[in-house]
């Protein structure tokens, strides 16, 4: 993983860059905390760059900066990339899994510029953007790139087509296609507070942008979008502006399964609960394929995501965690890593609880209503022994309420699984790390939290990166062979997170009214929208919260290899809402969770992090708060 920042400033006069210089000494810092391995700057003169730029007129400086988050390779690799030869200069975030071949002793950033340097130097800059085009489009994994072509007077940029790793860009002018400086490329920014700084906003992952460094001092801009491969074999034109990314996977498969394909409804009279887990769909031979299928797929995404990690440590401690809520996404993903890494080492599960005064309350009015309640049924018995009870039972109550503030639902339910977890795979050493979050430490890390999600600002997205922040700092405690709590804080860098599950297996209740009111069709066209929505969501901004800590946020499930799976795969084998909550949501994951050895987590209900962890209205006023209102900081 990597902090990237890339600039590009006029040669102007001192005042005119004071603004960009104070913006950049600002995303530097903060993108160092992404990279604390090595960090390195390169700066290019435009006036270097080619013969018709004299006397400095129409010239601009770059400037490319990489902080480096050891993650592949034997040693450590510094960045940017600036090749002797050609002057080309590439700073890269992210991981290829596939698509180009990376040894595990290689670091993937050097074998990518190996790649561009092939094409730099064979071909002329005229079939450069479509040859470059090819080379980005055959990798597997989430990144965000910078990529100076020194020949061409070119940078391109860009993010997957899922948007897994975040890049925000600085840019001026009117006109999209031709920008003005100062323009500016970083992983991480900071919120609208800070007037005095250039704004910020989100690159889209729609495509691969390139912007022209003209030696007339024009700046083009150019998008060159992802489409489906159904599209982009359409396409006849030779034009390079025309240029195109094949997505790597297909639509959704929109086949309506028929009578004879779906399996028998529950009879008449049998109910489900999550008490009676045992109650489960008849699986047909289309869907005993499809579990296997899917273990091999989803498995093979978890392997090359934990398998080659470097140790820093001793041998048994973990390098891998879990975002782990005990949640059926999270227990597969922990079960499936449990294949792919050496026995003796442990595997931390990061389970978040946080103090929130509301639900407090709520539960301290509970309690005191069953005080209450055992006043009355005492009332009248005088006897020492009854007076003796009584004050044990208040006392008990007590004792709950001081020790239950941060039994969230999540933390109840991360329990639960462990138990299972071990049943499964008792060789392994699982470190369930308890992060209680007092309130006032949630409160006073607010505002650091509200710059790291930036340029977002709403309620929602601050309940949600306040879990995750928490979480992915790793800081809590772990219960010894005493079963005592014990100060521990994760050294693992890598952290698995089981986001995309729910948008292609019908995890949300969006899905149910659709298929409630639009049958299969209504239900497939918003899982196609889900697919659709994907790279527009909030993964750069799980991104930046997550890497704040210096750690890399890594989604099997988002895996384009597994997205292609599912996309193919026919509606009823991966969600099948004829059956009732708890069991035809995420049906495939169901079964596959039975197929592992999960009895009891099979039933689990879908639960947003914000209600689990209970970072949502995290507040001791009764004002109501919604999602997707603007975060009010006028107290700061």
């Known amino acids: 993983m990597c902090g990237i920042l890339f600039g590009i400033q006029d040669q102007g006069t001192a005042a005119s860059q004071e603004p960009y210089q ?17 960090q390195d700057t390169y700066n290019v003169s435009t006036a270097q760059c080619g013969a018709n730029v004299a006397n400095g007129q129409n010239s601009a400086d770059l400037t490319f900066y990489g902080a480096v988050l050891h993650l592949r390779g034997d040693i450590v690799t510094r960045q940017p990339h600036v090749s002797p030869q050609t002057e080309n200069v590439l700073i890269w975030n992210g ?94 920014g900071y919120s609208s507070f800070h007037s005095d700084l250039l704004t910020l906003e989100e690159v889209p992952a729609d495509g ?70 045992e109650i489960v769909p008849p699986v047909t031979e289309d869907m005993k394929g499809a579990i296997s299928d899917m273990i091999e797929v989803l498995g093979d995404s978890v392997r090359r995501r934990v398998e080659d990690i470097p140790r820093t440590g001793l041998l048994h401690e973990a390098r891998v965690g879990i975002l782990f809520s005990g949640g059926l996404d999270c227990l597969c993903l922990a079960a499936l890593a449990d294949r792919f890494l050496p026995e003796g080492e442990a595997i931390d599960l990061l389970n978040v609880g946080f103090e929130n005064p509301r639900s407090v309350k709520a539960k301290a009015a509970e309690e005191a209503l069953a005080m209450k309640r055992l006043k009355k049924q005492q009332q009248g018995l005088v006897s020492a022994s009854n007076n003796s009870s009584q004050g044990q039972c208040a006392q008990s109550l007590k004792t709950v309420r001081q020790d239950s503030k941060y039994n969230v639902p999540d933390r109840i339910t991360g329990y639960e ?19 209680n979050v007092p309130f006032e430490e949630a409160t006073a890390r ?14 929602m997205d601050l309940s949600i990166a306040m879990a995750f922040w928490f979480a992915s700092r790793g800081v809590g405690c772990i219960k010894n062979e005493e079963g005592e709590l014990v100060p521990y804080t994760s050294q693992a860098k890598v952290l698995l997170s089981g986001l995309g599950a729910d948008e292609q297996l019908g995890g949300y209740s969006r899905h149910k009214e659709q298929f409630k009111t639009a049958g299969w069709k209504g239900l497939i066209h918003e899982l196609q929208l889900d697919l659709d929505r994907i790279s527009t969501r909030n993964l750069g901004r ?16 988002l895996s384009t290899n597994v997205v292609q799976f599912l996309s193919n795969l026919r509606v009823d084998l991966k969600v099948d809402l004829r059956y009732p909550r708890g069991v035809g949501e995420k049906i495939l994951l169901r079964h596959m969770a039975r197929e592992l050895g999960f009895v009891r987590a099979s039933s689990h209900w879908k639960r947003a992090v914000q209600f689990g962890a209970r970072t949502a209205k995290m507040t001791e006023s009764g004002r109501s708060e919604i999602g997707q209102q603007v975060v009010n900081r006028g107290g700061e």
């Open 95 to 188: 991981e290829i899994f596939d698509g180009i071949f990376i040894d595990h002793h290689q670091n993937d950033g050097q074998v990518l510029m190996g790649q561009l340097e092939g094409i730099s130097t064979e071909h002329g800059s005229d079939k450069h953007s479509a040859l470059f085009l090819g080379i980005m489009a055959k990798i597997e994994g989430p990144y965000a790139f910078v990529y100076y072509h020194s020949t061409s007077r070119t940078v391109y940029f860009g993010r997957d087509c899922l948007g897994r790793r975040s890049l925000l860009w600085h840019k001026e002018g009117a006109d999209e296609s031709n920008i003005d400086l100062p323009f500016i490329l970083t992983s991480v």
């Open 417 to 435: 699984s462990l138990a299972e977890l071990k049943n499964i795979a008792p060789n392994r050493h699982w470190n369930f790390v308890e992060v």
């Open 22 to 38: 104070r913006t950049w000494s600002a995303l530097q810092e903060l993108n160092a905390r992404r990279g604390p391995s090595a």
């Open 446 to 459: 607010r505002s650091e939290i509200l710059e790291r999600i930036a340029p977002l600002e709403t309620v």
């Open 208 to 277: 691969i942008y390139s912007l022209s460094l003209g030696s007339d001092g024009a700046k083009s801009l150019t998008r060159y979008p992802w489409v489906p491969s159904s599209i982009l074999g359409q396409q006849t034109s030779t034009d390079s502006s025309s240029c195109s990314m094949q997505l790597p996977f297909g639509r959704v498969n929109d086949c309506v399964p028929t009578d004879e394909q779906l399996s028998e409804p529950f009879p008449d009279g049998i109910t489900f609960d999550q008490a009676h887990p």
């Open 542 to 557: 799980d991104d930046r919260i997550i890497s704040d800590h210096g750690k890399e946020a890594r989604y099997p499930f």
